[in-house]
């Protein structure tokens, strides 16, 4: 999911690009050869479409990388810790429920916790899952307000 909000394209369909591409590369060559000199043998044709898959992907990962993701870090790069931990939970909650409607690779599940580490402040939880329903526990929730010493 961060693939694809950074990119604008995830990892598998990068792969099933690259690989739709060569294959229509090396059917255009084929049939091309086919039409021109079908008597003639040709020199091998794999290292050259080899180097026009590249120059292909260059191109339009070079395209996408500009068009997404060098604006995204420009403002990732200024946001406030708590819009940062914001994104980061809302780039797990898509892959979580990309999950559940997909099929499943249990890579992630909810619910998630969410902390944010600062030179500053330290270590802070900004989202926590408790193992119970802190409503039915309101005194361990207000032992946990407490100052340290009373």
């Known amino acids: 999911m961060i ?5 604008g394209v ?43 898959c590249s120059k292909h992907e260059k191109a339009w990962m070079d395209d996408t990388f500009a068009e997404h993701y060098k604006p995204l870090a420009r403002v ?18 898509l892959q979580s429920l990309k999950e559940r409607v997909t ?6 599940s909810g619910p998630i916790d969410v902390a944010a580490i600062s030179k500053h402040d330290g270590f802070v939880w ?12 309101p005194r361990f929730i207000h032992r946990q307000r407490l100052p340290i010493g009373d």
């Open 76 to 93: 990732v790069g200024s946001l406030p810790v708590s819009d940062m931990a914001a994104l980061a939970q809302s780039l797990v909650e």
């Open 126 to 137: 900004i989202e926590r899952k408790h193992y119970f329903r802190p409503e039915l526990n």
């Open 10 to 52: 995830s990892q598998d369909v990068y792969v099933k690009i690259a690989q739709a591409t060569e294959r229509c590369l090396s059917d255009f060559a084929s049939e091309l050869r086919d039409k021109i000199a079908p008597d003639k043998e040709l020199p091998d044709l794999a290292p050259i479409i080899q180097a026009h």
């Open 3 to 7: 693939d694809t909000f950074q990119l």
């Open 103 to 108: 099929e499943p690779t249990e890579s992630v």
